[in-house]
Structures are given as structure tokens and as C-alpha cells.
């Protein structure tokens, strides 16, 4: 009988949010609400849906295999970037980025380094070349970046920053990344995870796109799947140097990306209305949210993404599921953490009552 090697056997699977309609069919109830995987809770951007529903221009194209190279994409990324579209990858999702620099870069034996708890995908990533991943604590919820470098070994091959960090919502600043860029050796790919940008307020944040102009060893990654919206369509980039593109190329599928995500995705670039609205919503989310949760004395971590780590008095499971059979669904994260993720208004004000709820019930 075939057996796949221990690397492969001792990866935990990945968990997602409970889908709504799972929840649904469980439990014969209805109108739920998944606060569970940070996803944008006002919808796809109004321009990238017209892009998608155009018939002459990409429904009556899809007999034919999607541009590979995603050229047009690539383009609009690198104007709005100010880089050149060489400096780019695309994914599906920066998920499938994230895998594709882990064969990239590792093999068997190798070590990468990661703080945790932070994105489990690093870590699965790792293992599945047979690699090590160092799991280095977080430091009051942020990456400790001095005890990662302090983790580094000849064998490291690669860092990974999440920027802002999931599940905790923190963010590095920019003197702390430009420290660990100036002492981080040679030969150790730096990925600078900022799959939600675009949601931190905080002046202070790390400026990733300076230490990629100065040339050094470092993957930038972005998403279409937050603050744009897009999560259902896999579209992600990455920003590096041509030469470190170039190798992560040679092992990507050659048509990894769709059609309608690389049309929807430049629509949805160009739409700054959709954004700003966007952190409108998650700003005021935040507010609210943090009064609310202050009132009930829940601690939380406060946030520069579109979630908020909450760490309860008791077993997150038991508040799980008290809010499951009240149709929300949020993500335990740890014996005592759960992780909601900021929505709409409504949305918000529904979480908190079932939190109250819940409270009052146990
Ligand atoms: C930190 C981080 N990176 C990457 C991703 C993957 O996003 P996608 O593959 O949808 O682009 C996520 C998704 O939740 C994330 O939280």
C-alpha cells in the first residue's frame, strides 16, 4: 500500500472557517453570518463584477486557456507599484506563493524561520520539502524579530514576516524590519507577508518596498482576496527581484491563474472608492467592536488588519460553539483565543449580541 513520506503524514491538515451553508445544513437554521477568514465583508468591487459578467471581452473567452504570463495584470501592478512587471509574480491566491517559494528555495533538511502563532500555510509549506520550520513565540502578539534572527542557522533558508500578522492583528514597524534587514545574512529569502496592507492605519509600519529597491533577498506578498475583495477567485502577487522571480517561475503551473481573477483584478486595482469604503467599514467596525468588547472585559489585541484576537476567560471552544448554534461563526485559535473578523455593521452588532448571550447562558 502506498504511503506518502513522514514530512508529508506529519503535516496537520489545514483547517478553514466553517462555511455558512455547513453550519446551516448542521444545525437546520438559517440567516448566519461567517466572521471566520477575514474576508471582505461589502463584497467584490462594483467594476471588477462588470469586468467579470463582460461577455465579448472574458465569459466567451473561456474556452481558451488564460494568458499565462498574465501580461496585463502584470502591468498594472508594476505602474501602480513603480516596478517592472519581471519584479512580479502572480498566484493563485499568494497562498499558492507562498508554496511555490518554499520548492523554490528549500530542500530537504533546510530550515525556515516564523513566528508563532502565525500563518499555519508557512508551516505546511515547509514540511511538505521536507523542510524545518522555527516556530519562534510571538512577543506580546507581535513577531519578535530579534529572537528570529537569534533562530537562524546555517541551514535557514528563508524568513517569514506576516505583516500585519494573522491571527493576532499585529504589525512590525519599520525601524524593526530595517533592523533585522541590515543584520539578516546574505542567502536567507526574507517573505514579508502583507496580505492585508491595506487595512493598517499605523504610520510606524515597516516599509518592505525599500529593502526590495535595495536589492535585497525579499518577497513581498499581496492578496486580492481581503481588502478587494476577490477571495473566491485566487489572486495573489508577489514582488521580487527579477532573478528570484525568475527561478519561481520555472516550478509555477503555467496557467495558475484564470481568466475572470486576472480581469477582475484589474478592474479592482483601479477602483479607490471600493477601498476606501472598505477601510471606512473596517475602521468603524474597529471602534466599535473594541468598546464593546472593553465593556464586556474581553481582552483583545488591538488591530491593524480586518480581525480582532480576542483571548477569553474561559475554553474558546465552549464560546465557539455558543455563537455556532446562534449562526456565527468565528475561528477558535487556541485554548482561550478566538478570532473574529470585522463586518458589517449589522454583522458586528449581531457578534456581539450572541457574545452577550453566550455569557449569560454558561
Ligand atoms: C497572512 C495571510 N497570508 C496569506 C493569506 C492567503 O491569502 P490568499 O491565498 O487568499 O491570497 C492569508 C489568508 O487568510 C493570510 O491571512
Known amino acids: 500500500m502506498i504511503k506518502a513520506p513522514e514530512h508529508i503524514r506529519t503535516i496537520k491538515p489545514y483547517v478553514p472557517g466553517k462555511p455558512i451553508e455547513e453550519l446551516e445544513r448542521e444545525l437546520g437554521i438559517k440567516n448566519s453570518i461567517k466572521l471566520a477568514s477575514n474576508e471582505n465583508p461589502i463584497g467584490p468591487s462594483p467594476l471588477a463584477l462588470k469586468a467579470i459578467k463582460n461577455r465579448s471581452n472574458c465569459l466567451n473567452s473561456l474556452n481558451r486557456y488564460p494568458d499565462g504570463s498574465g501580461y496585463y495584470l502584470k502591468n498594472a501592478l508594476a505602474e501602480k507599484l513603480s516596478v517592472k512587471p519581471e519584479e512580479i509574480i502572480l498566484g493563485n491566491g499568494s497562498n499558492e506563493l507562498?508554496?511555490?517559494?518554499?520548492?523554490?528555495?528549500?530542500?530537504?533538511?533546510?530550515?525556515?524561520?516564523?513566528?508563532?502563532?502565525?500563518?499555519?500555510?508557512?508551516?505546511?509549506?515547509?514540511?511538505?520539502m521536507g523542510g524545518r520550520a522555527i516556530q519562534v513565540p510571538l512577543k506580546d502578539y507581535k513577531h519578535d524579530l530579534n529572537a528570529m534572527l537569534?533562530?537562524?542557522?546555517?541551514?535557514?533558508?528563508?524568513?517569514?514576516?506576516?505583516?500585519?500578522?494573522?491571527?493576532?492583528?499585529?504589525?512590525?514597524?519599520?525601524?524593526?524590519?530595517?533592523?533585522?534587514?541590515?543584520?539578516v545574512k546574505d542567502g536567507i529569502l526574507v517573505v514579508i507577508d502583507e496580505a492585508y496592507y491595506e487595512y493598517v492605519t499605523d504610520p510606524e509600519y515597516a516599509d518592505s518596498f525599500k529593502h526590495f529597491r535595495n536589492g535585497k533577498d525579499i518577497l513581498i506578498l499581496r492578496t486580492f482576496s481581503k481588502i478587494y475583495g476577490l477571495a473566491g477567485l485566487r489572486i495573489g502577487y508577489g514582488i521580487a527581484r527579477q532573478d528570484i522571480i525568475t527561478e519561481m517561475n520555472k516550478i509555477r503551473a503555467p496557467f495558475n491563474t484564470n481568466t475572470i481573477a486576472q480581469k477582475a483584478a484589474i478592474e479592482a486595482l483601479k477602483d479607490k472608492t471600493h477601498v476606501r469604503l472598505s477601510q471606512r467599514i473596517n475602521n468603524n467596525g474597529k471602534e466599535y467592536?473594541?468598546?464593546?468588547?472593553?465593556?464586556?472585559?474581553?481582552?483583545?489585541?488591538?488591530?491593524?488588519?480586518?480581525?480582532?484576537?480576542?483571548?477569553?476567560?474561559?475554553?474558546?471552544?465552549?464560546?465557539?460553539?455558543?455563537?455556532?448554534?446562534?449562526?456565527?461563526?468565528?475561528?477558535?485559535?487556541?485554548?482561550?483565543?478566538?478570532?473574529?473578523?470585522?463586518?458589517?455593521?449589522?454583522?458586528?452588532?449581531?457578534?456581539?449580541?450572541a457574545l452577550k448571550k453566550s455569557r449569560v447562558e454558561s
Open 150 to 183: 537569534d533562530a537562524v542557522t546555517p541551514r535557514t533558508k528563508m524568513l517569514f514576516i506576516a505583516n500585519p500578522n494573522n491571527p493576532t492583528g499585529t504589525m512590525n514597524t519599520r525601524t524593526e524590519l530595517d533592523r533585522l534587514m541590515s543584520r
Open 289 to 353: 467592536l473594541y468598546k464593546e468588547l472593553s465593556s464586556l472585559g474581553i481582552k483583545y489585541v488591538p488591530t491593524e488588519a480586518n480581525f480582532i484576537y480576542m483571548i477569553m476567560d474561559k475554553d474558546s471552544k465552549t464560546v465557539y460553539d455558543a455563537l455556532l448554534k446562534q449562526g456565527v461563526i468565528v475561528r477558535p485559535m487556541g485554548p482561550k483565543e478566538l478570532r473574529v473578523t470585522i463586518g458589517l455593521p449589522e454583522e458586528n452588532k449581531r457578534f456581539i449580541g
Open 98 to 128: 507562498i508554496d511555490i517559494a518554499a520548492r523554490t528555495f528549500m530542500s530537504p533538511g533546510d530550515e525556515a524561520v516564523m513566528a508563532y502563532p502565525s500563518f499555519v500555510v508557512y508551516s505546511m509549506a515547509v514540511q511538505a
